[in-house]
């Protein structure tokens, strides 16, 4: 701030902010950034240790229950018979059992139909079940 001098005599304060310490202290900040940026996504490197243990099982894809208009039950694709469902679902290895199946109807389908097969597939112990819906188109 500097001092300043009036017209009857009197000194005033000048009130200017400088803004040239700020725009070099961000252009420093800028370059900072710019220079770090790339190392982050680079990473570091590093020489891992080898290991006997096997890989982690990578999640598969979820098993997906359609039924059609007409009625008709497919596993991922496959038709089968609505008796034949928990006994599919039973095949499948234990550990398949933590991964969600999801469950497509046909709005027309009767709702008795998807409550059944809701229950075969929970007596087959998979506990988690995912209901796939379209969404609403919304008009203005």
Do not use: C
């Not at 710019?34 to 570091?44: D, I, K, S, Y």
Request: charged share 25%.
């Amino acid at each position: 701030m500097g001092m300043g001098v009036a017209g009857n005599g009197r000194k005033r304060l000048v009130s200017e902010i400088n803004v040239t310490p700020l725009v070099d202290v961000m252009l420093v900040l800028l370059i900072i950034f710019m220079v770090t940026a790339p190392m982050m996504t680079q990473g570091l490197d590093v020489d891992l240790p080898e290991t006997t243990a096997k890989a982690l099982r990578q999640k598969e894809d979820p098993q997906v229950f359609t039924v059609d208009k007409d009625g008709k039950i497919s596993l991922n694709g496959t038709e089968i018979p609505q008796a034949m469902v928990t006994h599919e679902l039973s095949k499948l290895p234990e550990e398949m059992k933590e991964q969600p199946v999801y469950l497509r109807a046909d709005r027309n389908v009767p709702y008795g139909l998807v409550v059944t097969l809701m229950s075969d597939i929970k007596a087959a112990g998979f506990d988690k079940l995912g209901m796939i819906t379209q969404p609403e188109e919304k008009t203005n």
